[in-house]
């Protein structure tokens, strides 16, 4: 089945530089891909979603990429704040009816001010 | 903004007790999930449910029932609770598309 690499699994950067968490999967099928955040004590909060038809989506001083030949989607904090210190996952989901999320395992983000 | 409820927030109870976690969706989707989210392993999906009525078992159902009894609630059964399923379970609702989740109950099994 349908696997999930995320990388890195802790992430730290001083305040206004960018961060990037890539994750990798394994079914070319794969058509829905997500990114959450988890503030500490709280659920997940989705960012973004994109479909497979996309290689590039903005919003909000974040970047998805989705690359289908290497099957990799990445997200990209530009000018990364204190505030952005979470736990991202990524998440996929294939073209089947269940809508079943696959997770990655996550990226503990942490801002230094 | 869709809307996903669950019930309680904190629950710690006794090895071998029974165990009933709440979750409603008041955004009118078909999907609803039950995880469990656990330090090394992500979320990792239990049961999930198409509508009232139904369940599908997900990749970790061992030791769980869930029961969907309307379109808004679906329920996750420990009935046996081990130490294991000491965990931070979610509750999520979607359509094909977007998935929104709950606030999370904390589980203790002692």
């Given at each position: 089945g349908e696997q999930v690499e995320q990388r890195p699994p802790h992430l730290s950067v001083p305040e206004g530089d960018s961060a990037v968490i890539i994750c990798t999967y394994t079914d070319s099928a794969t058509a829905y891909f997500y990114w959450y955040k988890q503030e500490p004590g709280a659920g997940l909060q989705l960012l973004m979603s994109v479909f497979s038809n996309v290689d590039r989506k903005e919003e909000q001083g974040l970047t998805v990429l989705l690359n289908k030949k290497d099957k990799q989607l990445s997200l990209n904090l530009t000018a990364?704040?204190?505030?952005?210190s979470a736990v991202y996952f990524c998440a996929v989901s294939d073209q089947g009816g269940s809508a079943k999320l696959i997770f990655g395992e996550g990226t503990k983000l942490t801002v230094s001010s | 903004e869709a809307a996903v409820t669950q019930s309680p927030r904190n629950k710690v109870t006794v090895t071998g007790g029974n165990v009933t976690l709440s979750c409603r969706q008041?955004?009118?989707?078909?999907y609803m999930y039950w995880y469990r989210q656990d330090t090394g392993h992500g979320l990792r999906l239990i049961h999930y449910s198409y509508g009232a009525g139904n369940l599908q078992i997900g990749d970790v159902p061992d030791g769980y029932k869930a029961t969907r009894t309307t379109q808004e609630d679906f329920f996750l059964l420990l009935e046996l609770a081990s130490p294991s399923q000491t965990s931070l379970y979610f509750c999520a609702s979607s359509d094909v598309g977007d998935e929104y989740f709950g606030p999370g109950t904390r589980l203790t099994v002692l």
């Open positions: 990364a704040h204190p505030g952005d | 008041t955004n009118s989707h078909n």
